[in-house]
């Protein structure tokens, strides 16, 4: 097997266009949360979809023991949110930014242009990451443009 340089990998990678998400949850009273761009469907029958958070991360560490979570499809208004979430922060990721609970308890951030309120099925090892499979029990949609990630910056979508 040839050996990949890092660099190389994710600056090719990054050449492929990401919807950008927020996955919260609630821990103890507590709202958290962590943007991911590795989000994906996987099933229709059963409905589930995935997502990919890194093995080191603390937020989904803690967001695990919940047994739940919502991914919350980021719009063009969002860019704020997305680097909040992205960074560690002293305090609440959640100061200033309007939710209210999904039938699970997780938060559906109130700009956001989608959510998907799922159940874990199952988490799997993947290398430097972690496979989050979940069960999709409620889902919801509004109009207007998504945000996007491309070779390290953000965007919007444009038809043609």
């Known amino acids: 097997m040839t050996a990949i340089d890092p660099k190389e990998f994710r600056n090719v990678l990054g050449h492929f266009p990401t919807g950008v998400t927020i996955v919260t949850s609630v821990v103890d009273g507590e709202p958290l949360g962590l943007t991911i761009g590795s989000f994906t469907s996987v099933s229709l029958d ?6 990919l958070p890194g093995t080191s991360s603390a937020t989904w560490a803690a967001m695990q023991s919940s047994g739940s979570f919502c991914v919350n499809v980021l719009g063009t208004n969002q860019a704020d949110e997305c ?15 309007a ?37 999709v029990t409620e889902l919801s949609a509004a109009e207007g443009e998504p ?3 491309f070779k390290g910056s953000l965007g919007t979508f444009s038809k043609q």
């Open 147 to 149: 945000l996007l990630f």
């Open 83 to 97: 680097w909040t979430f992205a960074k560690p922060t002293e305090g609440s990721r959640f100061d200033g930014v």
């Open 46 to 51: 059963p409905p589930m979809v995935g997502f």
């Open 99 to 135: 939710w209210h609970p999904s039938g699970t308890g997780s938060p559906i951030l109130d700009a956001s242009l989608a959510w998907i309120d799922c159940t874990i099925h199952e988490v799997y090892e993947m290398g430097d990451h972690l496979f989050v499979l979940g069960n």
